[in-house]
């Protein structure tokens, strides 16, 4: 089993910035992907931002240029740095990993972190 814990959230005004983080623990043979998703009141959850075992990354074109996904693998740990954030940035964050052994995976969510952009 993975347990994901998340932090970083909170209340920010139009132009702020905040960072997220995700640290991942439990049986961990290996990390693979891991993912950030967000879903806004009365919206489906979406996928933001993605970083490969490699480094590869991929954003939504609603956050390219502005949030950046990173990860630590010694410490099993991805990133969300959201720059000039904006009011329909306002959701809770979810991250997802897929971790498991070359024969087998799984995805594992955290527990989301409200995220609320507002003057």
């Known amino acids: 089993q993975v347990q994901l814990v998340e932090s970083g959230g909170g209340l920010v005004q139009p132009g702020g910035s905040l960072r997220l983080s995700c640290a991942a623990s439990?049986?961990?043979?290996?990390?693979?992907?891991m993912d950030w998703y967000r879903q806004a009141p009365g919206k489906q959850r979406e996928l933001v931002a993605t970083?490969?075992?490699?480094?590869?990354?991929n954003y939504a074109d609603s956050v390219k240029g502005r949030f950046t996904i990173s990860r630590d693998n010694a410490k099993n740990t991805v990133y969300l740095q959201m720059n000039s954030l904006k009011p329909e940035d306002t959701a809770v964050y979810y991250c997802?990993?897929?971790?498991?052994?070359?024969?087998?995976?799984?995805?594992?969510w955290g527990q989301g972190t409200q995220v609320t952009v507002s003057s």
């Open positions: 970083i490969t075992s490699d480094g590869s990354t």
């Open positions: 997802k990993v897929l971790a498991g052994t070359p024969e087998v995976a799984y995805n594992y």
């Open positions: 439990g049986s961990i043979f290996s990390i693979y992907r």
